[in-house]
């Protein structure tokens, strides 16, 4: 059965220090895609981030990048330079073929608090 | 305006009645998804479908009925809500092509069961 595994619950991080929020996931799958969304205390899901089964290269958008390391399904969000705004739930999503059709699942969430 | 809307945004409603959350999308996506959202569970899907009158359970689906017989519209019925339904209710889209990434959301619909 496809599943999204984000261990930790909660995260602090330092102003301007890097971060590394976890993401492991269980497919059959050998095509599916890998997302990381933001949530911020207002609401709103915010996409962040894509990365492709058979993408070759890391995905990375400014301060995002994903560290995607696929014998170990794991897809891990790095954020570089973390500033105040960054606080917030991040979820890490899958894509995944069902029967005949996709459908996306999301993991629990991390909760990350950034500290001036 | 182009997007992703639900309504209502807000909703109080008793156990046993029927409630409906509309989802409304102008891209012409081929896929609709229906979440819930619930302190410690993140997003679980309820129902998903891949093209007008194509539709399939997800994680969550009883209690939840859902149709799709034109493509812009996602309608999520509670045929007849209980408190255990009391949840944030998120509707996204997204292109049929699973190389084009983003799933793109709406702002959410707060459902409250007395």
């Known amino acids: 059965a496809q599943k999204i595994t984000q261990t930790q619950p909660g995260m602090f991080v330092q102003e301007k220090e890097a971060v590394t929020l976890d993401c492991t996931y269980d497919t059959s799958d050998q095509s599916y895609g890998l997302f990381w969304y933001k949530q911020p205390s207002s609401g709103e899901m915010i996409f962040l981030i894509y990365?492709?089964?058979?993408?070759?290269q890391n995905a990375t958008e400014g301060r995002y990048s994903l560290n995607f390391q696929k014998a170990r399904k794991s897809a891990n969000l790095v954020i570089s330079a973390s500033q105040l705004g960054d606080s917030a739930m991040y979820f890490c999503a899958m894509r995944v073929h069902e029967t005949s059709y996709d459908k996306v699942i999301f993991g629990p969430g991390t909760s990350l608090s950034v500290i001036p | 305006d182009a997007g992703i809307t639900q309504s209502p945004r807000y909703k109080i409603t008793e156990t046993g009645r029927q409630v409906t959350l509309m989802c409304h999308q102008t891209?012409?996506?081929?896929?609709m998804f229906w979440y819930r959202q619930d302190l410690g569970h993140g997003l679980r899907l309820i129902y998903y479908?891949?093209?007008?009158?194509?539709?399939d359970k997800g994680e969550v689906p009883d209690g939840y009925v859902v149709s799709r017989s034109k493509t812009e519209n996602f309608p999520l019925t509670l045929e007849s809500a209980t408190r255990s339904q009391t949840s944030v209710y998120f509707c996204?889209?997204?292109?049929?092509?699973?190389?084009?990434?983003?799933?793109?959301f709406g702002e959410g619909s707060r459902l409250t069961v007395l």
């Open positions: 891209w012409s996506h081929s896929y």
């Open positions: 990365q492709g089964s058979y993408d070759e």
């Open positions: 479908s891949a093209a007008a009158d194509i539709t």
């Open positions: 996204a889209s997204t292109f049929r092509d699973r190389d084009t990434g983003e799933l793109f």
